[in-house]
């Protein structure tokens, strides 16, 4: 019998979890030859979500649970999850239901037939708005074009890894993630699925358009240094655009003379030149930043509960880094 844990980070979904936990459930249990557990991480919810989880933890042997004292975000909850899960396998899903539990057994069967990474590809975003959708395919283009690795497009965490793909995974410590990229860039055999998202079956999302451009400069700066190099022959471009300018002033100054005429011009030079080293020095911060950040080496979350019991971090200190 092979054991898979679902891992599931939460975060306010108490109106859907009781429905979300039936569905899987139901799904999971006409799949012959593998046992099953659930481990949901609450992402420092504000509503009664630790609490649907606790009764249900009550109600059926196979549910854990471990409860962050803050929120950390969902990178950091399926960390966690990944930390934590045991077994063959884990299966990382969504609490609001638009993962649909009924890809499952298609999961289990090709992670059988020999994948270890077995992920879910939406087929479409009709359900987005057109900006929403515009900026998704200019991230992924723009992630394809700037970095050394295919990063899956339309793929997410929906996905089923394998015991190895876990163990890997655990061994990325970095706190700035982009869990989509860290899942492309440890490799192993991969399948995708194709499938529709389903509309939340309640409840609304947390993600704004500035999480989510939070989340592309995360990713870009995760993995690529193509910005930096960016900057540098930007800087080249312009001293030689300068140096051709400074010709052509200095050829019309011999030629013509020296008139008091061209402020417009030596404004938009200067603006121009004061913009280049703004940008220039916002991406280099962007990357400093993170380095600042790494350097601290704080834990990426810090645990409050686990399995009903306050998590005591004096023996085991270790175990949430």
């Known amino acids: 019998m092979r054991h898979i844990t679902i891992i599931v980070p939460c975060y306010n979904e108490a109106e ?9 459930r139901a799904a999971v249990e006409k799949i ?36 962050f ?24 899903m969504d609490a609001d239901l638009q993962h649909p539990p009924a890809l499952i057994p298609e999961m289990v069967a090709h992670w059988r037939a020999g994948f270890d990474d077995v992920c879910a590809k939406r087929i479409d975003r009709n359900d987005e708005p057109l900006l929403k ?36 995974l655990r061994l990325l410590r970095e706190n ?21 998202v ?26 690529t240094t193509a910005p930096l190099r960016l900057t540098t022959v930007l800087g080249l471009l312009v001293s030689a655009l300068a140096l051709g300018y400074m010709v052509i002033v200095l050829a019309d100054a ?28 916002g991406i280099i911060g962007e990357y400093l930043g993170r380095v600042f950040t790494e350097s601290k080496r ?8 686990r399995d009903g019991e306050k998590f005591d971090y004096a023996p085991r200190r270790r175990e949430a880094e």
């Open 16 to 24: 859907v979890l009781p429905r979300f936990y039936g569905e899987v």
């Open 32 to 67: 012959e030859g593998c046992a099953f557990s659930f481990l949901f991480i609450d992402d420092g919810s504000r509503d009664e979500t630790l609490d649907v989880i606790r009764t249900l933890a009550q109600s059926d042997a196979t549910v854990r649970y471990i409860s």
């Open 69 to 92: 004292t803050r929120n950390f975000g969902k990178e950091a909850a399926m960390m966690a999850g990944l930390d934590y899960a045991e077994g063959d396998a884990v299966i990382l």
């Open 133 to 168: 959708r515009t900026m998704a395919r200019l991230f992924y283009r723009s992630m394809r074009a700037v970095s050394r690795f295919g990063l899956q497009r339309d793929v997410g965490d929906f996905r089923l890894l394998d015991r190895r793909c876990v163990s890997a």
């Open 176 to 196: 700035q993630r982009f869990t989509k990229g860290l899942f492309t860039w440890v490799g192993f055999k991969k399948k995708e699925l194709p499938f529709e």
């Open 198 to 223: 389903r509309p939340r079956a309640a409840g609304h999302t947390t993600w704004s358009y500035l999480s989510l451009l939070s989340l592309a400069v995360e990713g870009i700066t995760s993995f």
């Open 254 to 281: 011999l030629v013509y003379g020296d008139p008091v005429a061209g402020y417009p011009t030596l404004m938009t030079v200067l603006l121009f030149l004061g913009g280049v080293q703004l940008l220039s020095l």
């Open 298 to 305: 704080r834990p990426c979350y810090l645990i409050d509960e």
